[in-house]
């Protein structure tokens, strides 16, 4: 797992961030073995992580965490419940009709769902998110249309001011959301200008879609982006008769469970 030449900082450091997330703790001397990066070098990347709340170290210990006022990164949650978000992407997929314009966000269920709807037939893709800029690229039958504003290395996407007057520019047929927590009927996130962000989408779309693992119901993060009933429809691997679900299903909100 040596570093690259070509390999950018924020690159460097998300790989950094997967590793010890994926190992829970390690030592500074293993990390720089693994990593082959300089032992300088290496303490800037394990000092700017922790300052983002993402790592804490003690006494030549690194270990991760994971909290209400932090995101795990992009490339460690692209590897995690990949059965019950390839189930969830398969039946969102189906939501999204010939022709549509469909919001992505950044979350790792949102990109299956992509990644599960494309070759089909064309669709425009609206994103804050840079996964879905990257798996368009062999896709040139679809449409992109980015959404710009201040980068978040970690999460992988656009956030901030400007990318919530980018989105308050368009409507689209479809925009599907994740959530890093659901917590008594509220969607939550860690970082307050991604819940801003989020909080805007369903009122962008003529249907929105919250698709989430059940896992999300146990987890809690400190802002709030809205009530589950602020969307259209519902795909999750959780059971439909869930208590979880009773007030989505009571205001109306179309549950879809792949349970």
Do not use: W
Request: hydrophobic share 40%.
């Amino acid at each position: 797992m040596s570093s690259s030449s070509t390999e950018t900082k924020g690159e460097r450091q998300d790989r950094l961030a997967t590793l010890i997330f994926t190992l829970g703790n390690a030592r500074v001397e293993e990390l720089q073995r693994v990593t082959g990066t300089s032992s300088m070098t290496l303490y800037r990347d394990l000092a700017d992580l922790e300052a983002q709340q993402v790592i804490v170290r003690s006494r030549g210990h690194v270990s991760a965490i994971a909290t209400s006022l932090s995101e795990t990164p992009f490339s460690f949650r692209l590897g995690q419940e990949t059965a019950a978000k390839d189930a969830i992407a398969e039946a969102a997929a189906r939501l999204i009709g010939r022709g549509d314009s469909v919001f992505v966000d950044d979350s790792t269920t949102a990109y299956a769902i992509l990644t599960a709807r494309l070759g089909r037939d064309p669709i425009t893709v609206v994103t804050n998110a840079a996964a879905p800029i990257r798996l368009l690229e062999d896709h040139p039958e679809c449409e992109l249309i980015m959404i710009g504003g201040r980068y978040r290395r970690q999460i992988q996407a656009f956030y901030g001011p400007g990318a919530v007057e980018d989105l308050s520019r368009v409507h689209v047929d479809v925009a599907i959301l994740g959530a890093a927590a659901i917590q008594d009927g509220t969607i939550r996130h860690p970082y307050e200008d991604v819940a801003d962000f989020k909080r805007t989408v369903p009122a962008r779309a003529t249907r929105s879609i919250l698709a989430v693992t059940a896992a999300k119901f146990s987890r809690s993060a400190l802002h709030r982006v809205g009530p589950v009933t602020d969307v259209d429809v519902i795909v999750t691997d959780l059971p439909a008769d869930d208590d979880q679900l009773a007030d989505a299903v009571e205001h109306g909100v179309q549950v879809i469970s792949t349970s």
